[in-house]
């Protein structure tokens, strides 16, 4: 994966991916602020749901124990995983002891964090994603670009052609003479799935909140298409992130009004489940659950960065970015985009690889994503910890083990010159040596900068210097009294 | 080492700054409840109104009768859909359905969803309603049966005793509810905003929602 800046640049010419983004972003922002508008407790409702997260954080290994006592006490199975190959020899393992080839998937970032599908597929087991934008992408051998909606980027009329296309390698195929209106293309989902659906016996899902007080998992959709997949299969594995737990149930109160506003800007999602436990009566008689580590106890042991481990994943945060408004969610090299994936991949992966050391400059700092969060992540203020992170190195918790990192080596032409502007700033006979010398030579100036200075100057417009320093202009004409004409 | 100890280990060393001594119950303390517990000040008619506004809002069917009137509107419900056949919880009270031509369906655990899938339409009760966003919640009682039920059929109607099974709020509705049964919140029919953001009723679950309010049962 290039590093963002590359990948963005490349975004930002495609003038159809720009369109797209653009309305949908717009509305769906516009939409949320008078979901929100309608609650008058709001900001008590965001502190308490930042504090539960919290206090959940703070005592983690707590929860996470009682969470299992109550999974196991209801009839389910946990498995913990340290890591995403660990996750998916488990998954891979209970699908193939149902001697099941098939599985089909409620939308979920965990599982796609982790690379299940492939990891699947590794092993001659096909999983369906659900969700239709996830099916949209799924199909055009794409990659999700937005945690709520995947397929944002794509048009209608782009969708079309994949169904079209793709529809008959998978299965049922698109019917003739399919139109882009969103109905259509949404039947033509429906048909397509609905075979597999109620011949699944394996379904496989994430879930938006485990209450550990009672071993409750929690699933906040929209189409039904999360329904089918946790009712109608014999067996259900749910892989969710260690940080997705709840203390009580009570807690939820909070979440439910919160979630639903932020991410789809609805008073309520159309469609949540819960369920605690397999049922012999009703839903999946098997239930395993699997929690994923993956990097979240490297990010909890970072005191700043740890708030990231606060997110409900709701999105707002990229509905309001004007970065990612410009850039798209693929520029981000993670299932993570948008401002709290620019905090959250490099904590969960480190800030080793160029893509996850650029991901902390993916950002104008304008403090928009702060604004909007349920759960009040200061994404700022991590964005700012994580690029002295990159910039200086230093302690960090990789693995489980503390490690200190070096600088990161793209970063020696910054540190050059944040250096050579401390000395001249030290000497002011210098510093106006200089300004004179670049004056006087502007006609010459290049529109880039060379050397190490070209990855700065690409995607800025430099500065043009003025005919003559401040300084000289000052003593000219006096502080601009001169000038003026009024010479006292 | 188990994953499980490598995990936990992990997660303690990480948390070395938190300090032991705010163990006990800081969750109940450290967590402000200083949020609503309904928005608005409403009389018990005004909430099942805003129940009623609030489920049509989101394309629910919104029908309002009298007890005695409940049979005969079921029976006209499911004509105008030409439903021949209508799934059957096992414990709908079989008055509901007296004055219904349609076949009943009941779920046995034997079926098959691709049988379930023949049927038109399903009736069910619902443990609570809530005003606020418009949610019906379904737990499994012996008036709902199994989730399959109200998720295969493309015609779902749900009867909501009013003004009993209404609650203003969320926080009003977990309090009712028993977290050991499966549940399941439905607000409106089916739906997408996948495509561009236009919104599309009915993708998986039933296409049509149609909530009865019905009072003095």
Not at chain 1, 14 to 39: M, Q, S, W
Not at chain 1, 127 to 146: C, F, M, N, W
Not at chain 1, 264 to 271: I, V
Not at chain 2, 157 to 184: F, G, H, K, M, N
Request: aromatic share 4%.
């Amino acid at each position: 994966m290039p590093a963002f800046p590359t990948a963005a640049r490349e975004a930002v010419g495609n003038k159809t991916l720009r369109a797209n983004l653009r309305h949908a972003t717009h509305t769906i922002r516009d939409k949320r602020a008078r979901a929100v508008a309608e609650l008058d407790d709001w900001d008590q409702l965001r502190e308490a749901g930042k504090r539960i997260k919290d206090e959940t954080l703070r005592h983690l290994d707590r929860h996470l124990i009682q969470l299992e006592e109550s999974v196991t006490a209801a009839g389910g199975t946990v498995h913990w995983a340290a890591d995403a190959d660990e996750a998916n020899r488990i998954v891979t393992a209970l699908v193939k002891a149902t001697g099941e080839t098939e599985v089909v998937k409620v939308k979920s970032m965990a599982t796609q964090e982790i690379g299940l599908n492939e990891a699947l597929e590794a092993e001659g087991i096909h999983a369906y994603e659900t969700d239709l934008a996830e099916l949209i992408v799924q199909l055009g051998k794409d990659r999700p670009s937005h945690i709520l909606v995947p397929a944002i980027h794509r048009n209608r009329g782009e969708i079309r052609e994949i169904f079209a296309r793709e529809m008959s390698e998978w299965g049922r195929p698109a019917p003739d003479g399919l139109t882009d209106t969103p109905a259509e293309l949404a039947e033509a989902a429906r048909l397509h799935l609905r075979e597999k659906f109620l011949r699944a016996k394996v379904g496989v899902s994430g879930a938006n909140f485990m209450v550990a007080e009672t071993g409750t998992m929690v699933v906040v959709e929209s189409e039904g298409n999360g329904r089918m997949c946790l009712t109608l299969p014999e067996t259900l594995i749910s892989v969710v992130g260690i940080e997705k737990i709840v203390p009580t149930w009570r807690d939820l109160e909070v979440f439910l009004q919160t979630l639903p506003r932020s991410s789809t800007a609805e008073r309520m999602n159309p469609y949540t489940s819960m369920w605690t436990g397999p049922s012999q009566e009703d839903g999946p008689s098997t239930f395993h659950l699997v929690l994923l580590d993956n990097g979240r106890t490297d990010t909890l042991a970072d005191e700043v960065g740890r708030q990231a481990l606060r997110c409900i994943r709701c999105s707002a945060c990229l509905n309001v970015c004007p970065v990612y408004e410009r850039a798209g969610g693929h520029a981000y090299g993670s299932v993570y985009p948008g401002p709290i994936g620019a905090i959250l991949s490099p904590q969960l992966r480190g800030t080793q690889s160029e893509i996850d050391a650029s991901l902390p400059y993916a950002s104008s700092l304008c403090g928009a994503c702060y604004e909007v969060c349920p759960v009040a992540i200061d994404i700022p203020e991590v964005l700012v910890h994580l690029r002295e992170r990159v910039v200086q190195g230093g302690e960090v918790t990789r693995h489980g083990t503390r490690v200190t990192l070096r600088p990161a080596k793209g970063h020696a032409a910054e540190r050059a010159a944040m250096r050579a502007a401390g000395w001249a700033f030290g000497r002011p006979g210098a510093l106006r040596a200089g300004q004179r010398l670049a004056s006087g030579t502007r006609r010459f100036h290049p529109r880039t900068l060379p050397g190490p200075g070209r990855a700065w100057s690409a995607t800025r417009d430099l500065p043009k210097v003025p005919a003559e320093p401040f300084r000289d202009w000052w003593r000219r004409t006096n502080g601009g009294r001169a000038e003026k004409g009024d010479k006292k | 080492m188990s994953s499980r100890d490598q995990i936990l280990g992990r997660v303690r060393r990480a948390l070395a700054d938190v300090r032991d001594g705010e163990e006990k119950d800081a969750h109940d303390t450290a967590v402000p409840r200083d949020y609503l517990r309904e928005h608005g000040d409403r009389t018990t008619e005004q909430t099942v109104d805003l129940l009623a506004e609030n489920l049509a809002d989101y394309r629910a069917l919104v029908h309002r009768c009298a007890g005695e009137e409940l049979p005969e509107l079921l029976m006209r419900l499911l004509a105008a859909r030409g439903a021949r056949t209508v799934l059957v919880p096992p414990g709908l009270p079989p008055a509901w359905l007296a004055a219904a031509d349609a076949t009943r369906v009941h779920d046995r655990a034997a079926s098959t969803p691709r049988e379930l899938d023949e049927v038109h339409s399903v009736v069910t009760g619902c443990a609570v309603a809530v005003a606020e966003t418009g949610t019906i919640v379904l737990d499994g009682g012996p008036d709902q049966g199994r989730r399959r039920i109200t998720l295969v059929p493309d015609h779902h109607i749900c009867v909501v005793r009013v003004p009993d099974q209404v609650v203003s709020s969320v926080p009003q509705a977990l309090e009712r509810l028993d977290p050991a049964r499966p549940l399941t919140w439905i607000s409106g029919p089916s739906a997408t905003s996948d495509i561009e953001l236009d919104r599309v009723e009915g993708v998986h679950g039933p296409r049509t929602l149609e909530v009865v309010l019905v009072s003095g049962v």
